[in-house]
């Protein structure tokens, strides 16, 4: 099984140019979340999706959109890029049961220039 | 959500043990204490999970104390493969484990 795949792996980007982050799993996981992390920090929440069909807010959402295509798709949308939004960015799912565990894709590193 | 505090960075050397300590203090009654493991330029991996007292498995073991305002992961003769950053996540599994808080992380460094 691949796990999770995100796509792409590196993106560079102008101000102001939208772009959309792509992450699909294949373990039948009922949650799936973004993630974005900056040097030398921990990761932090963006938004993420309980179930298919439902999508909530985590701690960092401002300036993106995401939308819960299908039980295996969760897409991440920069609409307006920005040089803040400089990071790698991770996705991640897990079953959504209780002893459930976080399984990561491998990134994708953004520049905003 | 639990705030959780760990040390920066560590040293060890090649085959020896080395004790990462977590401190949760506001963990809830329904929290589980998770670890993660990320290596640069990768996404983190599960590495241990535990409620109370000492959890262990192939890689690792985690003991928590009775109060449990605090958890240590133990990584047995590491190597210099081991060095990679350590995640301390304390939340209730059953609600989106994802919600979860992830800290700044312990920088493990595995010196030859």
């Known amino acids: 099984n691949a796990g999770v795949t995100q796509t792409p792996k590196f993106q560079v980007l102008k101000t102001g140019q939208s772009m959309t982050l792509q992450c699909a799993q294949d373990m039948n996981h009922n949650s799936m979340y973004w993630y974005r992390q900056d040097p030398g920090m921990g990761l932090r929440l963006i938004y993420y999706?309980?179930?298919?069909?439902?999508?909530d807010k985590g701690e960092v959402p401002n300036g993106y959109n995401v939308s819960r295509l299908n039980k295996r798709e969760f897409s991440l949308r920069l609409e307006s890029a920005a040089p803040s939004q400089t990071s790698v960015y991770f996705c991640?799912?897990?079953?959504?049961?209780?002893?459930?565990?976080?399984?990561f894709g491998s990134g994708t590193q953004l520049s905003v220039l | 959500l639990a705030k959780t505090t760990q040390p920066i960075s560590m040293d060890s050397y090649e085959g020896q043990e080395v004790n990462i300590t977590c401190s949760h203090n506001n963990i809830a009654t329904n929290d589980y204490i998770t670890w993660y493991q990320q290596f640069p330029s990768q996404g983190p991996r599960f590495i241990i999970q535990?409620?109370?007292t000492k959890v262990t498995n192939e890689v690792a073991s985690l003991f928590i104390p009775a109060d449990r305002k605090s958890s240590t992961l133990s990584l047995p003769r590491v190597s210099l493969s081991d060095t990679a950053v350590y995640y301390c996540l304390v939340g209730p599994l059953n609600t989106n484990a994802g919600k979860s808080t992830f800290g700044d992380g312990t920088t493990l460094t595995v010196k030859p």
């Open positions: 991640a799912s897990t079953t959504g049961t209780v002893g459930e565990k976080l399984f």
């Open positions: 535990g409620y109370k």
């Open positions: 999706s309980a179930s298919e069909g439902t999508t």
